[in-house]
């Protein structure tokens, strides 16, 4: 029967008043509505009953007994822990060591029964990269323990190391590739070197991070290379011209020798087979001197003291007729031993059939044999041009009347005529 807003005393509690007053259930819902008091404050402090206290003690008793369960909690789990990361060691030592497969799966169900009961003990998951402090971890563990920078350095060192050995490697094989290169060896061995070079440059790149540079070689390493490395720039190509030149300073005294036994043997009317071989040695000396020097042989700056036959006369000569020379010679292209050889047995022949034919003229032969002569000469004259390149006229021959003296004759003439006109004048002054 109470009303809201009904106050109402309950003993030894205290006055409170209706807020909500009973129902009974609803036949809607079928849910009785239960009477609500409000305490009225009246100004006193008072105690708490007594069986609030007992029950406010018993609430102590309990959160002082929670500390001791966490920590019994913890150490269950500090123990779980280190069984699971003995359990985990054993596994990794049974694969490693390749034991049979019933003991690795044994091994691996009691480690995943001991996680499962480290989670339901700790409530969180085992975590195998936060190994407990103090705990065994094996290798792991120890490598946790190190500092960031000693475990760079050792990594760098190691990798410095690896790119070395594999450096060396590298410049080995590339080393026989030359070798069965130089050497001519068949395709298929060229092809296998080449290809297990390329391997190799491939793994230095992969190791050291960066392509093979065989012009940077490994410090301290690479043998002859490695010492070469560490002398002074300036001195490196120093040496490298060295031997170059010494080679190439021998290879052209060969060349002025074989030159010369050719000459000799042209000369000497030795057999054809002779001249050959000596002409195919020559050659061969000529394109080994390339090969080292860079250059090609000058056969018109020949060794000093050298024989030349009719060149060597010629060079003789008084200085004007010498830059006469060497003005025809800049305009034709320098001759080589075999091609000067052959023009001067050509002019020979030129200067031999020149005369026949003036023979013939002035003795009034037959027009057919003048005609034949003149033919033949004519024919000697464009083989002559063909083999040194230059106009008989151009390189000082003549084989004709006027070359051979005529202009000769009339320079000689000049000066005795002007002796015969000087009494003249002088007889017409008087």
Do not use: W
Not at 239 to 265: F, I, Y
Not at 283 to 298: C, F, I, N, R, S
């Amino acid at each position: 029967d109470l009303k809201k807003g009904a106050i109402v005393q309950i003993q030894r509690k205290g006055f409170y008043i209706c807020d909500r007053p009973y129902a009974a259930s609803s036949p809607h819902s079928g849910v009785e509505s239960p009477l609500v008091l409000i305490s009225v404050p009246d100004g006193h402090v008072k105690e708490m009953p007594t069986a609030v206290k007992k029950q406010t003690a018993s609430d102590g008793q309990r959160q002082s007994a929670s500390p001791a369960k966490d920590q019994k909690a913890t150490a269950n789990g500090d123990a779980l822990k280190a069984e699971v990361d003995a359990q985990g060691e054993l596994v990794r030592t049974l694969k490693a060591g390749g034991g049979s497969a019933d003991d690795v799966k044994a091994a691996v169900a009691k480690l995943l029964a001991l996680k499962a009961k480290y989670k339901e003990v700790t409530g969180v998951d085992y975590q195998a990269q936060a190994p407990a402090q103090g705990g065994a971890g094996g290798k792991k563990g120890k490598e946790a323990e190190k500092k960031p920078a000693e475990q760079s350095k050792q990594q760098n060192a190691s990798s410095a190391a690896n790119g070395d050995a594999v450096k060396a490697e590298v410049d080995a094989q590339g080393e026989l590739v030359r070798t069965l290169k130089a050497g001519k060896a068949s395709a298929d061995d060229v092809k296998a070197a080449v290809a297990k070079l390329l391997t190799l440059k491939a793994k230095y790149k992969e190791v050291t991070g960066v392509d093979y540079q065989a012009q940077v070689p490994a410090q301290g390493g690479g043998g002859k290379k490695g010492k070469e490395a560490e002398k002074k720039p300036a001195e490196q190509p120093k040496q490298q011209n060295a031997p170059s030149a010494s080679n190439g300073d021998a290879l052209k005294a060969e060349v002025d020798a074989q030159g010369e036994l050719v000459r000799t043997l042209k000369a000497g009317k030795a057999s054809a087979d002779d001249v050959k071989a000596a002409v195919a040695k020559l050659l061969a000396l000529k394109a080994k001197y390339k090969e080292v020097t860079g250059l090609d042989y000058q056969a018109q700056a020949p060794a000093q003291g050298s024989a030349g036959g009719k060149k060597g006369k010629e060079a003789e000569k008084k200085p004007a007729e010498q830059s006469k020379q060497q003005q025809q010679s800049t305009m034709a292209p320098p001759a080589t031993d075999n091609e000067s050889s052959n023009g001067d047995a050509l002019k020979t022949e030129i200067d031999a059939q020149g005369e026949l034919v003036r023979k013939l003229k002035g003795s009034g032969g037959s027009e057919a044999e003048t005609k034949a002569a003149i033919a033949k000469l004519l024919e000697l004259k464009a083989k002559y041009k063909e083999v040194t390149g230059v106009d008989l006229a151009a390189a000082g021959g003549g084989g004709n009347k006027k070359g051979k003296g005529g202009g000769d004759k009339k320079a000689a003439d000049k000066p005795k005529q002007a002796e015969k006109a000087a009494p003249q004048a002088a007889g017409g002054d008087a």
